[in-house]
């Protein structure tokens, strides 16, 4: 009937056993760390240092990327100039897929002071494509409308600070 072959069952392994697994194995992760990627920016202006002084968002830095894990993390820096005695503020945003979705924005403050944002973008919905194109974008909202670095009026200067795929 069954031809003489009896079941055979794995053996349960001691729980102190098992433990002394997981153990090993949390060690390693804890030296290997968490598993990134770092995701590179491009410039998209001509200009020395990447500033931009029209009032309508213009892109500034951007990348595409194949994505492949749950979210990038986007460290961001932003200033304005001044012009005269005069400061210029503005607005940034980071967009997606030319301007499909806006995944973060914010301020750039009239001063001589640096706006540090980070922004977190879900990869989720974008898991399926085979690549995603990012752009950081910024404006100028006031300041001079004249002169400055390229004769625009003032400008916003923007860098990305770290881009990773997490």
Do not use: C
Request: aromatic share 10%; charged share 15%.
């Amino acid at each position: 009937m069954w031809g003489g072959v009896m079941p055979q069952y794995a053996k349960q392994r001691d729980p102190m056993e098992r433990l002394a697994i997981l153990e090993d194995r949390l060690a390693l992760l804890e030296r290997v760390g968490r598993t990134t990627s770092e995701v590179p920016f491009f410039p998209t202006s001509a200009h020395g240092l990447f500033w931009e002084d029209t009032a309508a968002f213009a892109t500034t830095w951007e990348t595409i990327i194949t994505p492949r894990a749950a979210v990038v993390s986007l460290g961001l820096v932003f200033i304005g100039d001044l012009v005269g005695s005069v400061y210029t503020g503005g607005a940034w945003q980071v967009v997606v897929n030319d301007g499909a979705a806006v995944v973060g924005s914010g301020a750039v403050p009239a001063s001589a002071t640096y706006a540090l944002p980070t922004v977190s973008i879900d990869l989720g919905p974008y898991r399926g494509a085979p690549d995603l194109k990012i752009q950081i974008q910024t404006r100028r909202t006031s300041g001079a409308t004249t002169g400055g670095r390229y004769g625009g009026g003032g400008a916003i200067g923007s860098a990305p600070r770290f881009a990773r795929q997490l």
